[in-house]
């Protein structure tokens, strides 16, 4: 069975740009998160989306968006892209989404993104 | 707030030794901790989970981990490491909140394999 994929694997973009990443889970899999990571840190979680609908969202400001589809495949949007927003952006789907986290979460190989 | 700590940045090991790896967390009620690797320029690869039970975890690529409650750390272990055990680790707790889940990950361990 595929992964988690994600496209594309590598993105340039100029400052005040906006991006959309995307992300397939794996096959059955109803949850997905988006996390960045900066290079040199742990990443750090920035949205959970369950069946269509956000169910949680990091410490991160309203240029950054997402949804989920039917088919639960994700988008992330970044709007007036900053040199901060360079970091690998990872997804990862899970089967369900409880609670407490206790549904493990495979991530895919993530999305380099560079901002100039 | 939730929070994982990995105390060392890089250790480096010689092929064939043992390891350890630190984890503490903080957490107001029973955590649910995580190891995942990534290799450069790859995702992250789950390692082992504990969600209960026995303290003693296994994991694959022969890693295990040892909750210890009074301690508040989820130490990473390997026996003998190879030189395929080079990589960034992240131990990682899971924080419910509301009607939502993540995981906080800590800042990571680079391992490096020694010849």
């Known amino acids: 069975d595929a992964g988690v994929t994600q496209s594309p694997t590598h993105l340039i973009k100029t400052r005040g740009q906006h991006v959309t990443l995307r992300c397939s889970p794996i096959?059955?899999?109803?949850?997905v998160s988006w996390y960045q990571q900066v290079l040199g840190q742990g990443p750090q979680f920035i949205f959970q989306?369950?069946?269509?609908?956000?169910?949680g969202r990091g410490n991160f400001p309203d240029r950054f968006s997402a949804r989920q589809f039917p088919n639960y495949s994700s988008e992330l949007n970044v709007n007036a892209l900053l040199l901060g927003d360079s970091a690998l952006y990872l997804c990862?789907?899970?089967?369900?989404?409880?609670?407490?986290?206790?549904?493990?979460?495979?991530f895919g190989p993530g999305t380099r993104l560079t901002v100039l | 707030a939730q929070s994982v700590t990995q105390p060392d940045i890089h250790i480096t090991v010689s092929e064939g030794a043992s390891l350890e790896l630190r984890c503490n967390y903080s957490?107001?009620?029973?955590?649910?901790l995580f190891w995942y690797v990534q290799s450069p320029g790859q995702g992250l690869q789950l390692l082992l989970k504990y969600f209960s039970g026995d303290t003693l975890v296994q994991g694959i690529k022969g890693f295990e981990a040892e909750f210890k409650r009074s301690q508040s750390s989820f130490n990473l272990r390997k026996p003998s490491v190879h030189w395929s055990d080079a990589a960034e680790y992240f131990c990682a707790v899971a924080a419910g909140y509301s009607s939502a889940s993540k995981i906080i990950f800590g800042s990571g361990t680079r391992l490096s394999i020694r010849p």
């Open positions: 990862a789907s899970s089967a369900t989404q409880t609670r407490w986290g206790t549904d493990t979460q495979y």
């Open positions: 096959s059955g899999h109803k949850s």
């Open positions: 989306y369950y069946e269509k609908e956000e169910r």
């Open positions: 957490y107001g009620a029973t955590p649910y």
